[in-house]
């Protein structure tokens, strides 16, 4: 089974920039779709964008689309997720999460909890105005 450790959170202000970095351990990436959730204090874990196992497809939730981008690098076993234009609400914790190929139904993506097998730790992303 794969381990994921998250990096790269920290503090920055409104209209900022960071890049979290998801790196895997124990099994080749590739053998995964991947995705990034976040959790807000007292708010549940929502999906924020997916990349399928190739790095060719990629999925996002509305309220980061085309201001976060979502990208891996199979031979670093990494992936990375670009945050650009950041508002106070992106402040959460945020995780990557594996999901196997070749499982679910008839999309390769997940954008529930239960959909994924593996979570990292998280990483703090704080905003302010």
């Not at 053998?31 to 990034?36: A, E, L, P, R, V």
């Not at 997940?110 to 905003?127: A, M, P």
Request: proline share 2%; charged share 15%; hydrophobic share 35%.
């Amino acid at each position: 089974q794969v381990q994921l450790v998250e990096s790269g959170g920290g503090l920055v202000q409104a209209g900022g920039s960071l890049r979290l970095s998801c790196a895997a351990s124990g099994r080749t990436l590739s053998s995964y779709h991947m995705g990034w959730f976040r959790q807000a204090p007292g708010k549940e874990r929502d999906f924020v964008a997916a990349i399928n196992w190739s790095g060719v497809s990629t999925y996002y939730a509305g309220s980061v689309k085309g201001r976060f981008t979502i990208s891996r690098d199979n031979a670093k076993n990494t992936v990375f997720l670009q945050m650009n234009s950041l508002k106070p609400e992106d402040t959460a914790i945020y995780y990557c999460a594996a999901r196997r190929r070749g499982v679910g139904g008839n999309r390769w993506y997940g954008l529930f909890v239960h959909e994924y097998d593996t979570w990292g730790q998280g990483t703090q992303v704080t905003v302010s105005s």
